[in-house]
């Protein structure tokens, strides 16, 4: 994967969280607030705990970290996946989610 097709997947996935969100705020009782700089987006829950989503350009990852731990998703030319065999990245992120906010949550690209 080319630097160029990296970048091109990663704001895909960085722009489907926002809009996810967007998505849950108003179907939803969940209040999750984004804030997006640059290549890292965090999710902030009612509880104030976080999600921080970032962008790691030269190894051509994408980072998640959540209270249960932290992540790394590698694009597959189809998914993003974690490096560890631990899953896709959006049933991970709905999971990981789900479990701050304390009530069921779906993300989806």
């Known amino acids: 994967m080319t630097d160029l097709e990296f970048m091109d997947q990663a704001e895909r996935l960085l722009s489907g969280i926002e809009q996810s969100c967007d998505r849950l705020n108003d179907?939803?009782?969940?209040?999750v607030d984004n804030q997006r700089v640059g290549g890292m987006?965090?999710?902030t829950f009612p509880n104030r705990s976080q999600?921080?989503?970032n962008l790691q350009k030269p190894l051509h990852?994408?980072?998640?970290a959540a209270r249960c731990g932290g992540f790394h998703y590698r694009f597959d030319g189809a998914q993003w996946m974690d490096t560890?065999?631990?899953?896709?990245?959006?049933?991970?992120?709905?999971?990981?989610?789900?479990?701050?906010?304390?009530?069921?949550?779906r993300f989806a690209a």
């Open 84 to 105: 560890k065999g631990q899953g896709e990245f959006w049933d991970s992120l709905s999971r990981y989610a789900s479990e701050q906010a304390g009530l069921p949550l």
């Open 27 to 31: 179907d939803t009782d969940a209040d």
């Open 51 to 53: 999600i921080v989503v």
């Open 41 to 43: 987006v965090t999710l």
């Open 61 to 64: 990852e994408v980072w998640l």
